[in-house]
């Protein structure tokens, strides 16, 4: 956890992303970086064609498939540009010309994916939040598919609504999930995915790497307009080497995939969300200064949003939580109010931190 030493007092950061990492974790990286696997030379000087870094890029892949129970016929890539990158290359890898797609509209990020995809195909939104302001999920009784579009796609976790999928439907054709924010913080059914595409930068390490897990059959002949760099099918063909990975996201990626196995895998690490998520809203619902809008059965377990019900506190709120080493509660830009980001590294001692602080402030100020 972010822990600087010379502080007397350890500081935790709810940050939605780049977000903490796991002290293990931070120190490993300080001990090897000037030599990395007795090569004498630092990861960061490692060639990605060097025996070495393909073994961990190996590795790595290992780990992944062995803790999301990945089936043989997905492919893993390891590609930059993060998952906005994704939200242009999604529709250009999977549809033919012409071809639609369908999109959930559940909040923020997947506006974004829908705004970005419909540069490059028609898109039909399935349903929208937006009616509630994106404060609840639509149900999925009235998704309405088109099954004949190329593919269905979601956002499992709304990170500045903080609104989560529960539950993945079983469609005929390929379901692709945005898992930027809860990827490795459950457990989840891959076969019933297309593609699942993330950054790493929140449960997975750092910025720069995107992970994509995508069927074996969706691995087309790239259009001609599209660059190779940018093509499944290329990527998957050369082991995610057709250009540089971003390699030391890659080796933190590695770290992180240890850590959660060492930590129990998935099914650890769901406890620990739900462990973490039900403490905090726990305390919103019994208070009589906060308040959190999205209904119980909707609520994320990674990214909690809520807000002050006298919204004039909140300048307050935020600089008195960082005296007591809380850090970066502010909400989203786009949504406003507070967010706490309870990704895989932040530990229970942080959650009980803010638990304790939000009581003193509601005595103080409510
Ligand atoms: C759900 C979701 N999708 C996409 C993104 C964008 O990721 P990136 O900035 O790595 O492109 C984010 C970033 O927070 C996100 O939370």
């Given at each position: 956890m972010a822990c600087i030493s010379s502080e007397p007092?350890?500081?935790y950061s709810f940050a939605a992303g780049p977000a903490m990492l796991p002290s293990a974790v931070l120190t490993q990286i300080q001990n090897e970086l000037p030599d990395w696997n007795h090569s004498g030379f630092s990861l960061l000087e490692q060639p990605f064609t060097s025996p070495a870094f393909k073994q961990l890029m190996a590795e790595t892949e290992q780990n992944?498939?062995?803790?999301?129970s990945a089936p043989h016929n997905y492919r893993v890539l390891f590609v930059q540009g993060g998952a906005s990158a994704q939200f242009g290359l999604v529709p250009l890898?999977?549809?033919r010309t012409g071809q639609s797609a369908d999109y959930l509209e559940s909040g923020h990020w997947a506006r974004k994916a829908i705004m970005e995809a419909r540069r490059h195909a028609p898109i039909n939104v399935i349903a929208s939040g937006s009616a509630e302001h994106f404060t609840a999920l639509p149900a999925l009784e009235d998704w309405r598919c088109n099954p004949n579009a190329g593919y269905c796609h979601i956002t499992s976790n709304e990170t500045g609504n903080g609104l989560q999928l529960q539950q993945f439907p079983d469609l005929p054709i390929p379901l692709v999930a945005d898992m930027t924010s809860d990827i490795f913080t459950r457990p989840i059914p891959v076969e019933r995915f297309g593609l699942i595409y993330a950054s790493a930068q929140k449960n997975l390490g750092v910025a720069g790497l995107c992970l994509l897990i995508v069927r074996n059959d969706l691995l087309r002949p790239p259009r001609p307009s599209l660059p190779s760099a940018l093509s499944y099918a290329v990527q998957a063909e050369q082991q995610s080497r057709f250009n540089t990975p971003p390699t030391f996201a890659l080796y933190v990626a590695e770290l992180m995939l240890r850590w959660i196995r060492n930590q129990g895998g998935l099914?650890?690490?769901?406890?620990a969300s739900e462990a973490k998520s039900r403490q905090l809203y726990r305390c919103i619902d019994q208070?009589?200064?906060?308040?959190?809008?999205?209904?119980?059965?909707h609520r994320s377990k990674v990214n909690v949003c809520f807000e002050l019900r006298e919204p004039r506190l909140l300048p307050a709120f935020l600089v008195e939580a960082e005296q007591h080493g809380l850090h970066h509660l502010v909400g989203h830009a786009a949504v406003g109010g507070i967010r706490a980001s309870l990704y895989n590294a932040m530990p229970m001692a942080g959650v009980n931190r803010l638990v304790e602080f939000m009581t003193r402030f509601e005595r103080i100020h409510g």
């Open positions: 007092t350890e500081r992944l498939r062995k803790l999301l890898n999977l549809l099914t650890a690490m769901a406890a208070s009589d200064l906060f308040r959190c809008r999205q209904p119980i059965a």
